[in-house]
């Protein structure tokens, strides 16, 4: 699996941006996916995860309320939306893929399969 993550940018505080990561290969659908971000100096953190087939999500408690992720198979997409963004939010934003749900829902860097290449996002006034 190819993951291509894209959608991220500057905006001010509050404001909201939508993250997109397209997936190729036959078996998207079947892959638990997830987006974590990192700053620099600090370790990649989890930020939210989606069931293969859509009906379960996990978030951190961090973005709890204010970020959906979402998936669509047809499309092997992954979505993030990110509403009522606060400067805290900026960073590097990875989409990440992995057969094993509880894998990517526990946050296991080092054991993830596959990642895609990150955008930034920049929240700042």
């Known amino acids: 699996v190819q993951l291509q993550a894209s959608g991220g940018g500057f905006v001010q505080p509050g404001g909201s941006l939508r993250l997109s990561c397209a997936a190729s290969?036959?078996?998207?659908?079947?892959?638990?996916m997830g987006w974590f971000r990192q700053v620099p100096g600090m370790e990649r953190e989890f930020v939210a995860a989606i069931y293969w087939s859509g009906d379960n999500t996990y978030y951190a408690d961090s973005v709890k309320g204010r970020f959906t992720i979402s998936r669509d198979n047809a499309k092997n997409t992954v979505y993030l939306q990110m509403n009522s963004l606060k400067p805290e939010d900026t960073a590097v934003y990875y989409c990440?893929?992995?057969?094993?749900?509880?894998?990517?829902?526990?946050?296991?860097?080092?054991?993830?399969?596959?990642w895609g290449q990150g955008t930034q996002v920049t929240v700042s006034s």
């Open positions: 290969g036959r078996t998207f659908s079947s892959y638990g």
């Open positions: 990440a893929a992995d057969e094993r749900y509880r894998t990517v829902v526990a946050g296991r860097v080092g054991n993830i399969d596959y």
